[in-house]
Protein backbone atom coordinates (compact mmCIF):
# COMPACT_ATOMS: atom_id res chain seq x y z
CA UNK A 1 0.00 0.00 0.00
CA UNK A 2 1.13 3.38 -1.20
CA UNK A 3 0.92 6.42 1.37
CA UNK A 4 1.39 9.38 -0.07
CA UNK A 5 3.83 11.98 1.70
CA UNK A 6 1.34 14.67 1.25
CA UNK A 7 -2.34 12.22 2.55
CA UNK A 8 -5.68 13.43 2.50
CA UNK A 9 -8.27 12.06 4.55
CA UNK A 10 -12.12 12.79 5.60
CA UNK A 11 -14.59 11.42 7.91
CA UNK A 12 -17.35 9.25 5.93
CA UNK A 13 -19.62 12.38 5.26
CA UNK A 14 -17.17 14.59 4.35
CA UNK A 15 -17.50 17.51 6.65
CA UNK A 16 -14.27 17.15 7.81
CA UNK A 17 -11.42 16.44 5.40
CA UNK A 18 -7.33 17.23 6.60
CA UNK A 19 -4.06 16.76 4.87
CA UNK A 20 -1.50 14.65 6.59
CA UNK A 21 2.33 15.19 6.36
CA UNK A 22 3.56 11.47 6.28
CA UNK A 23 7.07 11.86 5.11
CA UNK A 24 7.80 7.83 6.75
CA UNK A 25 4.18 6.49 5.84
CA UNK A 26 2.66 5.76 8.66
CA UNK A 27 4.03 5.47 12.00
CA UNK A 28 3.45 3.80 15.04
CA UNK A 29 0.61 2.11 13.92
CA UNK A 30 -1.29 0.49 16.26
CA UNK A 31 -4.49 -0.92 17.78
CA UNK A 32 -5.51 -0.21 21.27
CA UNK A 33 -7.27 -2.05 24.06
CA UNK A 34 -8.29 0.37 26.41
CA UNK A 35 -12.06 1.56 27.05
CA UNK A 36 -12.17 4.05 24.36
CA UNK A 37 -10.10 2.51 21.67
CA UNK A 38 -12.04 -1.14 21.56
CA UNK A 39 -14.79 0.57 21.31
CA UNK A 40 -14.37 2.60 18.37
CA UNK A 41 -12.03 -0.13 17.37
CA UNK A 42 -9.72 2.29 14.85
CA UNK A 43 -6.08 1.28 13.70
CA UNK A 44 -4.21 4.76 14.33
CA UNK A 45 -1.12 6.18 13.51
CA UNK A 46 0.89 9.47 14.99
CA UNK A 47 1.72 12.39 13.33
CA UNK A 48 3.41 15.59 15.00
CA UNK A 49 0.77 18.08 15.48
CA UNK A 50 2.38 20.15 12.86
CA UNK A 51 1.62 17.37 10.73
CA UNK A 52 -2.18 17.35 10.78
CA UNK A 53 -4.15 20.06 8.90
CA UNK A 54 -8.19 20.33 9.21
CA UNK A 55 -8.71 21.68 5.40
CA UNK A 56 -12.44 21.59 5.65
CA UNK A 57 -14.76 21.30 8.10
CA UNK A 58 -13.12 22.03 11.53
CA UNK A 59 -16.46 23.65 12.81
CA UNK A 60 -18.05 20.14 12.19
CA UNK A 61 -15.67 18.45 14.69
CA UNK A 62 -16.65 17.44 18.35
CA UNK A 63 -14.38 17.13 20.93
CA UNK A 64 -14.80 14.14 23.46
CA UNK A 65 -12.54 13.79 26.90
CA UNK A 66 -13.26 11.93 29.55
CA UNK A 67 -11.21 10.71 32.85
CA UNK A 68 -7.97 13.22 33.33
CA UNK A 69 -9.48 15.44 30.34
CA UNK A 70 -5.91 15.36 28.89
CA UNK A 71 -6.40 13.69 25.49
CA UNK A 72 -8.76 15.67 22.75
CA UNK A 73 -10.82 12.97 21.07
CA UNK A 74 -11.77 14.73 17.77
CA UNK A 75 -14.86 13.00 15.68
CA UNK A 76 -16.99 14.58 13.08
CA UNK A 77 -20.71 15.57 14.33
CA UNK A 78 -22.49 14.59 11.46
CA UNK A 79 -21.72 11.07 10.65
CA UNK A 80 -19.46 10.11 14.17
CA UNK A 81 -16.47 9.29 12.74
CA UNK A 82 -13.81 9.52 14.42
CA UNK A 83 -10.58 11.51 12.75
CA UNK A 84 -8.29 12.31 15.06
CA UNK A 85 -7.22 13.02 18.89
CA UNK A 86 -4.33 15.26 20.64
CA UNK A 87 -2.52 12.03 22.72
CA UNK A 88 -2.32 12.23 26.14
CA UNK A 89 0.98 10.30 26.56
CA UNK A 90 2.66 12.63 24.08
CA UNK A 91 0.62 16.19 23.60
CA UNK A 92 2.92 16.90 20.79
CA UNK A 93 1.41 14.21 18.63
CA UNK A 94 -1.70 13.48 17.13
CA UNK A 95 -2.79 9.95 16.29
CA UNK A 96 -5.21 9.73 13.59
CA UNK A 97 -8.32 6.88 11.68
CA UNK A 98 -5.66 5.45 9.54
CA UNK A 99 -9.14 4.17 7.82
CA UNK A 100 -9.94 7.93 7.10
CA UNK A 101 -6.43 8.19 4.41
CA UNK A 102 -7.61 8.06 0.81
CA UNK A 103 -6.51 5.51 -0.97
CA UNK A 104 -6.16 2.54 2.63
CA UNK A 105 -7.95 -0.16 2.77
CA UNK A 106 -7.15 -0.67 6.67
CA UNK A 107 -7.99 -4.22 6.64
CA UNK A 108 -5.16 -4.77 4.14
CA UNK A 109 -2.54 -3.39 6.67
CA UNK A 110 -1.02 -6.51 7.70
CA UNK A 111 -0.99 -7.51 11.49
CA UNK A 112 -1.38 -4.55 13.36
CA UNK A 113 0.05 -4.85 16.71
CA UNK A 114 -2.39 -4.11 20.08
CA UNK A 115 -1.11 -1.61 22.03
CA UNK A 116 -1.94 -2.77 25.94
CA UNK A 117 -3.30 0.21 27.17
CA UNK A 118 -5.19 -1.67 29.79
CA UNK A 119 -1.70 -2.29 32.29
CA UNK A 120 -1.13 1.70 31.48
CA UNK A 121 -3.84 3.32 33.99
CA UNK A 122 -2.29 6.64 33.45
CA UNK A 123 -1.20 6.51 29.80
CA UNK A 124 -3.71 4.70 27.30
CA UNK A 125 -2.69 6.03 23.77
CA UNK A 126 1.43 4.36 23.86
CA UNK A 127 3.61 3.89 26.98
CA UNK A 128 6.36 6.35 26.65
CA UNK A 129 8.94 5.47 29.94
CA UNK A 130 10.14 9.05 29.71
CA UNK A 131 6.09 10.08 31.04
CA UNK A 132 5.83 10.72 34.27
CA UNK A 133 3.37 8.24 35.01
CA UNK A 134 1.04 8.68 37.33
CA UNK A 135 -0.51 5.02 38.58
CA UNK A 136 -2.81 6.25 40.46
CA UNK A 137 -5.22 8.03 38.05
CA UNK A 138 -6.91 4.78 35.82
CA UNK A 139 -8.76 5.50 32.57
CA UNK A 140 -7.76 6.54 29.23
CA UNK A 141 -6.94 9.55 28.09
ZN1 LIG B 1 -18.67 13.34 8.76
Known amino acids: MDIKPLSKGACHC ?7 SLPNGLE ?9 CSRRGAIVA ?7 KITKGEHSLSL ?10 YF ?36 VPVLDGTSHPADKD ?3 PDDNIDYSISGHG
Open 126 to 128: GYD
Open 28 to 36: DLRRCDCSM
Open 64 to 73: YQFNTMTAKH
Open 46 to 52: SVPLKGL
Open 76 to 111: CSNCGIYTHHQRRSNPKQFAFNVACLEGVEPYKLGP
Open 14 to 20: GNVQFEL
